[in-house]
């Protein structure tokens, strides 16, 4: 992931209803969920509202939406969180694994990844 594509995700999701967003998605999982059902489960939010901040999250690359009859259904683009969390964790460890240990081991069940961080050449937290 290039730093430009890094800030781009981040400033999506550096916004509370964004983040809530994404944080509904990813817990909807590949089904995804209708902007209708998004706007119901956020709290004081109106349909135009979170029409915009979609927008937002899906010209960043973090959601994609769908048509099914009237509805989108929006669902979260894994991958591009998925790089997201990994640009940060590249050079956060130093060689030092303990630094990362419990996001590393976070990040290895959500995904069922190895609790590795393959393809860094800071972090020496892999058995060679």
């Given at each position: 992931?290039?730093?430009?594509?890094?800030?781009?995700?981040?400033?999506?999701?550096?916004?509370?209803?964004?983040?809530?967003?994404?944080?509904?998605?990813?817990?909807?999982?590949?089904?995804?969920?209708?902007?209708?059902?998004?706007?119901?489960?956020?709290a004081?939010?109106?349909?135009?509202?979170?029409?915009?901040?979609?927008?937002?999250?899906?010209?960043?690359?973090?959601?994609?939406?769908?048509?099914?009859?009237r509805?989108?259904?929006?669902?979260?683009?894994?991958?591009?969180?998925?790089?997201?969390?990994?640009?940060?964790?590249?050079?956060?460890?130093?060689?030092?694994?303990?630094?990362?240990?419990?996001?590393?081991?976070?990040?290895?069940?959500?995904t069922?990844?190895?609790?590795?961080?393959?393809?860094?050449?800071?972090?020496?937290?892999?058995?060679?």
């Amino acid at each position: 992931m290039q730093e430009k594509q890094a800030l781009d995700g981040f400033a999506a999701i550096a916004q509370e209803t964004r983040l809530r967003i994404i944080r509904l998605l990813v817990t909807a999982g590949a089904d995804g969920m209708a902007a209708g059902a998004i706007t119901e489960a956020i709290a004081g939010a109106s349909a135009p509202r979170i029409s915009f901040h979609l927008s937002h999250l899906e010209n960043a690359g973090l959601v994609v939406g769908r048509r099914e009859g009237r509805s989108i259904i929006y669902s979260a683009v894994f991958t591009a969180l998925s790089d997201l969390v990994a640009f940060l964790m590249r050079d956060c460890c130093e060689g030092h694994c303990e630094v990362c240990d419990r996001a590393i081991a976070l990040f290895a069940r959500c995904t069922g990844r190895p609790q590795t961080m393959s393809g860094s050449p800071r972090i020496a937290c892999e058995e060679p």
